[in-house]
């Protein structure tokens, strides 16, 4: 199941454009990620991806067919979205929310069958949030709500995955559990894409870096050919100097600040 952006052109007004001729691939097996600044348009796109916006020029493709002449529910059965905040005020349990990624699978009176119900448990189960099943969403931490939502997403059992920022309210534990899930996904034959502004630990998870900057792709490429030092100066401008390691991770050194990680 291929996800194909090609030459994207998106604004919410005619004054304002958002994306700039954007080209993307997402494809089974890899895990891409979308860095850059504020604004430079990564959960826009994510939203194309998706059907939920319409570009003005353009389109999207689900292997080989338009997004735009596709409805909701056949798109929910492809691509499961892990949104960048989710409603915490909602009277469900933890199970219940989860129980949602089912809904595009389910009958037309949305009945329950087993089956849903093991895919939920399992789901929560991967994400480790099946002990907070019968817990009210809206009591759950940040961080516990977030592992719920991506629990809903795996539940819709979609071949391609969209996460947006997904690592925001995990601490660090959890972050390298999420990293290390969506690389056995990709290896389970998953197209995943997500946003991140962590530069230090998800690439190491990442086959393709894309950078964006003002609505426009600047760099793609494995994280070592698009984090370099004139890429992120160009992008964040900010001065790093980047240094990969034998073993794939990253150290920068920021020598406005002296700091080195």
């Not at 892990?82 to 990624?101: I, K």
């Not at 034959?189 to 900057?213: E, N």
């Not at 050919?225 to 794939?248: H, Y």
Request: charged share 20%.
């Amino acid at each position: 199941m291929n996800l194909r952006a090609e030459g994207l052109q998106f604004g919410f007004s005619a004054s304002r454009p958002v994306l700039r001729d954007v080209t993307l691939d997402v494809t089974p097996g890899r895990v891409t990620a979308l860095w850059g600044p504020n604004g430079s348009g990564k959960s826009t796109l994510l939203r194309c991806l998706n059907g939920a916006l319409r570009p003005q020029a353009g389109s999207v493709l689900l292997d080989g067919c338009p997004v735009e002449r596709m409805t909701p529910r056949q798109i929910a059965l492809q691509v499961a979205v892990v949104p960048q905040d989710t409603p915490a005020e909602v009277p469900l349990t933890a199970s219940e929310v989860a129980l949602l990624g089912r809904y595009a699978r389910g009958g037309p009176w949305g009945e329950q069958t087993a089956e849903d119900r093991t895919v939920v448990r399992d789901c929560l189960a991967r994400v480790g949030a099946l002990d907070m099943a019968d817990r009210w969403f809206a009591e759950l931490s940040g961080g516990e709500r977030q592992r719920v939502v991506i629990a809903r997403a795996l539940a819709q059992q979609g071949r391609v995955l969209l996460l947006d920022e997904p690592a925001s309210h995990l601490d660090i534990a959890h972050q390298l559990e999420l990293y290390q899930l969506v690389r056995r996904l990709a290896g389970e034959g998953q197209a995943v894409l997500m946003v991140c502004h962590d530069l230090l630990l998800a690439p190491m998870y990442v086959d393709m870096a894309v950078l964006m900057a003002a609505g426009r792709i600047e760099a793609q490429g494995t994280p070592a050919e698009v984090f370099t030092s004139q890429n992120l100066r160009s992008a964040f401008a900010i001065d790093a100097r980047v240094a990969w390691t034998g073993e794939g991770t990253i150290r920068a050194e920021f020598p406005q600040t002296g700091q080195k990680i």
